[in-house]
């Protein structure tokens, strides 16, 4: 299982589209300065940003994998996953994310599956980010805290939920222990 280099693709994804770092700014909403921090990778992007970076670039989630969107269906094995690790990779700072792309090679597809890895960040962050489409998160190990908008709980293994992706959110890890869930990004 190898780690993607999120932002090398986008970079790369961004410079064959002849999109100027500028442009990408005025698109998506996201200063050029954060942009060449994500494409250099001082600052690894959350789902939400890849989210609006893909809608910005009309290109799908998939498309920073890697992987080519050909096939009518993906089929997956244990151990294939393609694995994006939210490290800074010149600073070495945990993000607390680490995920798996379930679908990455499905042309056409309208929905991202993801396993994700929670663990405490380096770096905290208490912002809540919202973003077009819809999410499902099922807790397969652990505990997690979600918030959204002004509503916080925590969910337990075996627990789900499934909200409007626009409302601001933020999905971690609970009292500092890892966990790992099953999340379905409709963007």
């Not at 670039?57 to 151990?79: H, Y």
């Not at 770096?123 to 002004?150: A, M, P, Q, R, W």
């Amino acid at each position: 299982m190898e780690a993607v280099k999120v932002g090398e693709k986008i970079k790369t994804l961004r410079q064959e589209a002849n999109i100027s770092l500028q442009e990408l700014a005025e698109k998506c909403g996201y200063s050029t300065a954060v942009l060449s921090q994500i494409e250099n990778h001082l600052v690894s992007p959350s789902l939400g940003v890849l989210v609006h970076l893909a809608k910005a670039m009309e290109v799908s989630i998939g498309a920073f994998w890697g992987r080519e969107d050909t096939e009518p269906f993906t089929l997956i094995r244990k151990g294939e996953e393609s694995t994006v690790s939210r490290f800074a990779s010149k600073e070495g700072v945990r993000y607390g994310y680490t995920y798996e792309s379930l679908g990455a090679g499905k042309k056409d597809r309208r929905m991202e599956p993801f396993i994700i890895t929670l663990e405490p960040a380096t770096i905290k962050n208490d912002k809540c980010y919202g973003h077009e489409g819809e999410e499902f998160i099922y807790v397969l190990e652990g505990s997690i805290d979600v918030t959204l908008g002004d509503h916080t709980d925590v969910l337990q293994a075996g627990d789900c939920i499934y909200y409007d992706s626009v409302i601001p959110h933020r999905v971690q890890c609970h009292a500092g222990k890892t966990a790992k869930i099953l999340a379905v990004v409709h963007p």
